[in-house]
């Protein structure tokens, strides 16, 4: 949804939830995938590289959200309006997730339109997108109206058009575990208090665990997970889902599959008690994040309330984020920590770090008052979901859409890119330089959003 009125914000939460979306947006769009440094790449398997840290956090600021946006409402009464909201949103995030692959809902390279306007309908149709989430319907409509009518006068003058591939659609994603994940914490949230949601998560943790180790694969001589394949999660992922709609890189498993969104749902729980710490009423009966709007964010007389509170807050933060940290990081020995798998000790060292890392920009932002170094993570964090659609769209297009390179072959805008600047540096270093060119491109482009005070939501 397009918000142009003043909004009650936690600013160092959009710093971090910027800082995170920036991140998977570098890691996630190299120059060449053949030449990526250690850090930007996630662990072969077992371990944890910064890489593995981004999307546990993006799911614990979920949960500081929901904490954040559902709060008054458990406090002042629960109107039964609010399950539709939650559903409505979990589900258009889901369709979000699907969108990224499935658009312009043709195989690009099996489709013989012409190429600029193949490009061109594609276009469009992420257009329509947009104004869709801007909650503009009648431009998203007659955008998608224009896209499909191309795309059926191209047919009719006898080009040929492929279909997008439905019965080898991936099920799973990013968005679409984000959608789960909120779906129930947000529900779960409205119906239980810190210490039952502490105590269920402790205990999906622990069964988690117990079940990775303990029950037999079939077919597989030795279960454990430090195999790809004779893992239960992967098993599951495999008879459930279906090879057909699994990870295509992956094969045997899913990153995002059905078993380990349990400990999926967990990292969002410590979003939630987080969000509920940061709550809490200081002693004149106020509470901390409500009045951090973004029209306040450069000025001089807005100073934190109780800051007594406020450091208390954040010192509860960075004990609990140190506690975490040490326990994944032991028992990582026992169960080894693991994103692909979102293992119970990888849930523990990435909660830890997170809340680190929120207490960190909480002081500095909140309580400090240092807020100009944080501006552009602010900017990226205040369209979180639209950078993620549209630059993973702009990626895909880039990717696809070919040039005539110099040998009279053809090569694709971002390959001609890549090639321009192995001229100036070494592959390794050309592949991290389109990666940050990507990555300032799109921080103009939120930027736009940004001083217009347009925040899409969904």
């Avoid at 349990?262 to 200081?282: C, E, F």
């Avoid at 979180?384 to 694709?412: C, E, H, K, W």
Wanted: charged share 15%; net charge neutral; glycine share 8%.
């Amino acid at each position: 949804m397009a918000e142009t009125a003043t909004q009650n914000r936690l600013l160092s939460l959009d710093a971090f939830r910027g800082m995170t979306i920036a991140g998977m947006t570098l890691v996630n769009n190299p120059g060449s995938w053949a030449h990526i440094y250690g850090p930007l790449e996630h662990a072969e398997w077992n371990g944890l590289t910064p890489t593995d840290l981004v999307f546990p956090f993006f799911l614990f600021i979920v949960g500081v959200s929901i904490s954040l946006s559902l709060g008054k409402r458990v406090d002042t009464g629960i109107d039964r309006s609010i399950y539709g909201k939650i559903i409505s949103r979990a589900v258009l995030i889901y369709i979000l997730g699907a969108l990224v692959s499935i658009l312009p809902f043709f195989s690009y390279s099996k489709t013989n339109i012409p190429a600029e306007l193949k490009m061109v309908i594609w276009l469009v149709f992420s257009a329509s997108v947009f104004f869709f989430l801007l909650r503009n319907y009648k431009i998203g409509a007659a955008l998608a109206t224009v896209a499909v009518v191309a795309t059926a006068v191209c047919y009719f003058a006898g080009y040929t058009i492929t279909p997008y591939n439905f019965a080898g659609i991936r099920y799973a994603g990013v968005l679409q575990r984000i959608s789960v994940c909120y779906l129930i914490v947000a529900i779960l949230f409205l119906h239980t208090n810190w210490r039952q949601q502490l105590g269920l998560g402790v205990v999906l943790l622990l069964g988690y665990w117990l079940v990775m180790t303990v029950i037999p694969v079939p077919g597989c001589d030795i279960t454990t997970v430090d195999d790809k394949a004779c893992n239960l999660a992967a098993y599951v992922d495999r008879m459930v889902i279906g090879v057909d709609h699994i990870w295509r890189q992956a094969k045997v498993y899913d990153p995002e599959g059905l078993l380990s969104t349990i400990p999926a749902i967990v990292t969002t729980i410590s979003g939630v008690l987080t969000g509920t710490w940061l709550l809490r009423k200081d002693e004149s009966g106020r509470i901390e994040g409500e009045v951090r709007t973004e029209d306040t964010a450069d000025s001089s007389d807005s100073q934190p309330i109780s800051r007594l509170s406020s450091l208390n807050k954040v010192s509860g933060i960075f004990f609990f984020g140190v506690v975490l940290f040490a326990l994944g990081w032991t028992w990582g020995h026992y169960f080894p920590i693991n994103k692909a798998l979102w293992t119970s000790s990888y849930v523990l060292i990435t909660s830890g770090l997170a809340l680190c890392l929120l207490g960190f920009c909480y002081w500095l932002i909140d309580i400090k008052n240092y807020r100009r170094w944080a501006k552009p993570f602010m900017i990226f964090g205040a369209n979180a979901i639209a950078l993620f659609v549209f630059s993973d769209l702009m990626a895909r297009m880039i990717d696809d859409y070919n040039l005539t390179g110099p040998d009279g072959q053809p090569i694709s805008i971002q390959g001609w890119i890549y090639n321009s600047l192995l001229s100036v540096f070494q592959p390794i270093d050309a592949s991290l330089m389109f990666a940050i060119g990507f990555v300032l491109l799109w921080l103009f482009l939120m930027w736009l959003l940004y001083r217009k005070q347009i925040y899409i939501k969904v």
